[in-house]
């Protein structure tokens, strides 16, 4: 174990005696730290630990907490960013509240475990569709994000890919938040979001534009707007279907992606 930093000065410099800034009345002594000095105190023995000990131990706490009422307040915050009980003059934290799972991540967390999908591509306006079965989705809740991994199932056919989706209600904003990564196309991370919440139980997120690659020889480019329609059809089914519309003067929009789950 490294033994504690020390500073030593000598007890008198130009004649006079070494004070502290802070201790304009007080000598240093040799053989104490500069914290210790100050005070006047002999050094405490060093407690060496890991910077970022506490952080990890705090982290370790985050557990996603079941269904509890939105009103429910738990008995301690387990958040790293604040100290102590998460109390400030015995009033509990806005943060500390919007921890608390509320009704949209009690759903989320009803859709938790293993899914099979049958995905459905449609290229263009009018296309043939480009079905795409035995694809299996992994959902399980990460603090109060849903995270979903789909890729082939074991022993299928299909070329191998893995495409990562995150849900989270933002109780701050009061709005819906989406981000999916696909390693098939080279579209990179794709963020969307609602503009409020979930209206006859269809939730609709609008991705940011994006300059579509294209599936011809060349880079095609073209701006694109799309969205993503999340419908829960039942605790054993749901639907994700995505709408596109290209920059291409005519605003034609068509149903572009869609994802059947079943479980």
């Given at each position: 174990m490294a033994a504690c930093p020390v500073i030593r000065l000598s007890p008198r410099q130009h004649g006079r005696p070494a004070r502290t800034p802070s201790s304009p009345g007080r000598a240093?002594?040799?053989?104490?730290?500069?914290?210790?000095?100050?005070?006047?105190?002999?050094?405490?023995?060093?407690?060496?630990?890991?910077?970022?000990?506490?952080?990890?131990?705090?982290?370790?706490?985050?557990?996603?907490?079941?269904?509890?009422s939105r009103s429910a307040v738990p008995a301690r915050i387990t958040s790293p960013y604040l100290a102590g009980s998460g109390r400030l003059g015995g009033m509990t934290t806005a943060a500390e509240r919007l921890l608390v799972p509320g009704p949209e991540e009690q759903h989320l967390a009803g859709r938790t475990g293993t899914w099979t999908v049958i995905a459905t591509m449609w290229p263009a306006p009018g296309a043939e569709p480009i079905v795409s079965d035995g694809l299996v989705a992994?959902?399980?809740?990460?603090?109060?994000?849903?995270?979903?991994?789909?890729?082939?199932?074991?022993?299928?056919?299909?070329?191998?890919?893995?495409?990562?989706?995150?849900?989270?209600?933002?109780?701050?904003?009061?709005?819906?938040?989406?981000v999916s990564m696909d390693t098939r196309l080279p579209v990179s991370i794709m963020p969307a979001r609602s503009f409020g919440p979930a209206e006859n139980g269809t939730l609709r997120l609008q991705f940011e534009p994006l300059g579509f690659v294209g599936f011809g020889d060349e880079v095609g480019g073209t701006l694109m707007q799309s969205d993503m329609r999340i419908t829960s059809q039942s605790p054993g089914r749901e639907l994700k279907q995505q709408h596109f519309i290209v920059a291409d003067g005519t605003a034609r929009e068509w149903l572009a992606v869609q994802y059947e789950y079943r479980r």
């Open positions: 240093w002594r040799p053989g104490l730290t500069a914290h210790s000095a100050s005070r006047g105190r002999r050094p405490s023995p060093c407690k060496h630990q890991a910077p970022n000990a506490s952080y990890a131990r705090a982290a370790h706490s985050l557990r996603f907490p079941g269904k509890e992994e959902r399980t809740m990460i603090g109060l994000y849903l995270q979903e991994t789909m890729h082939p199932a074991p022993g299928g056919a299909g070329p191998d890919f893995r495409r990562i989706d995150y849900l989270h209600y933002d109780r701050v904003e009061g709005r819906w938040k989406y």
